[in-house]
């Protein structure tokens, strides 16, 4: 790493708190080192508070992007000068540009594109698909924007009765509005019509983080006659590798059940090509770090 920093290093930070356990650093820096490409990639804890100042700063230094994650994701749009159409509909960056480094901020959201870039990876097509999602906080909108766009036929959001149910009631109007896309929202607690939305879609997506710490031992789906031979279920948590859902997905015979590492990885690939123009290895970044 020493050995490839220069006087020209040119900086992408991740501004984020908690961070530390984050594995973006290490993909980022070792995709510049594979390509020969003379940035850097850091980690920096920022909350709300430290937003305003950060901005400064990398208006200041010239750093050429950033990354963004909770809880930063909705709050940095205000200082940014322009916001990609579907990060303004999703209503969260978790990325951000600084066009040639001279302090025009552009925000973008890639959560989606690496969902569904997963799935393809996989060899899950959405188009024309009647997906159940779990969850219609950061991470579910993220999926359900994209997977409206990228032509699925339905999606049937479900939530339980918190403040995020609001945002899914929003993020169906835009959908219905903007889309060919069909979309729902229900609450989590009619688990009839959970179970028969489940037994009537290809995709089941869990965008909740259920079956992560401290709820590991949890899944929203326990009975098994849910699960077909025909479902692909997909969880976006990838700590632990096998949650809960997934495991219980797997021993009922799923088609598929998949993980958000991938995920991970291809909305980390997508930032990469913003900050970068170039295209991230990503077959050797899963052979180094999957
Ligand atoms: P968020 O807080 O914005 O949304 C959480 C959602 O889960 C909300 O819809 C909330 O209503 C629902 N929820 C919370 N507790 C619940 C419970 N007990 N039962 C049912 N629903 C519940 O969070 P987020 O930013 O959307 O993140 C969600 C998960 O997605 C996290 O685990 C995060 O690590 C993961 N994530 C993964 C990737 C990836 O690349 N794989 C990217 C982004 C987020």
Known sequence: MTERLTGHTLLISLIATPIRHSMSPTMHNEAFAKLGLD???????VGNKELKDTIQGIRALGIRGSNVSMPNKQAIIPYLDEVSPEATLIGAVNTVTNVDGKGHLVGYNTDGIGAM?????EGVEVKGQIIT???????????AIQAAFDGAKELRIFNIHDTVYSNAEETVRKINENTECKATITDLADQEAFKTSISESS????????????????????????????????????????????KFAKENGAKKAINGLGMMLYQGAAAFKLFTGEDMPVDYIKDLLF
């Open 39 to 45: 940035y850097a990639y850091l980690a920096f804890e």
């Open 203 to 246: 995709i089941y997506i869990d965008a909740t983080g259920v079956g992560m710490k401290p709820l590991e031992d949890t899944s929203l789906i326990n009975d098994p006659t849910v699960i077909r031979p025909d479902l692909v279920v997909f969880d976006v948590v990838y700590s632990p590798r096998e949650t809960k859902l997934l």
């Open 117 to 121: 870039e997963a799935l393809k990876d």
């Open 133 to 143: 999602l779990t969850g219609a906080g950061g991470a579910g909108t993220a999926i």
